[in-house]
């Protein structure tokens, strides 16, 4: 070996510093770095099992909301159509309220009507009763005497009120 330039006892040393310089780092460099990367790919694998869960998770909630978004649709649909009905029952009830009240208002128009018809025959009356005794006055004033005259007028008011009945309402 030595006409190859190598010295046995350097060799021997080498080689021993070369198991020991691999033991070392063995022990102290790549267990580590083994360890650390063993370690870093756990939590990749545990980081990709809950990615899934959440994905799953996110899945169902989304499905979940899905059927409570259907319900509150649904919801929403009853409620409306408790309210149409409800209006529709106002506006039924507001209807008959407002067809008696103008029943009542109308009944009341005819009683007023009645009555101001009453009051202007009367007073149609009197004034031809009025207008008679005065044309009567004037024909007759020196011919009748007192008794006459309200026997004649007493006989013109009844005449006048028996013909005013039988006339009918007055437009």
Do not use: C, H
Not at 29 to 34: F, R, T, W
Not at 60 to 82: D, G, K, M, P
Not at 94 to 99: F, P, R, S, V
């Amino acid at each position: 070996m030595s006409q190859l330039g190598i010295d046995g006892w350097k060799l021997i040393v080498q080689i021993v510093a070369f198991l020991i310089f691999i033991w070392i780092l063995r022990k102290y460099a790549l267990g580590p770095i083994v360890q650390t990367l063993d370690k870093r790919q756990d939590r990749i694998r545990e980081g990709m099992e809950a990615a899934q869960r959440m994905q799953a998770e996110m899945q169902a909630t989304a499905a979940r909301n899905e059927q409570i978004l259907v319900e509150a649709r649904q919801q929403a649909q009853s409620i409306l159509s408790q309210a149409r009905e409800a209006g529709d029952a106002t506006v039924a009830r507001a209807k008959d309220e407002a067809g008696k009240q103008a029943a009542i208002e109308l009944e009341k128009a005819q009683a007023t009507l009645r009555a101001e018809n009453e009051q202007a025959r009367s007073m149609l009356r009197a004034e031809v009763a009025d207008l008679a005794i005065a044309a009567a006055t004037k024909i007759v004033r020196k011919e009748l005497d007192a008794a006459t005259q309200k026997r004649l007028i007493e006989e013109t008011l009844n005449e006048a009120a028996g013909s005013a009945n039988n006339a009918g309402p007055v437009a």
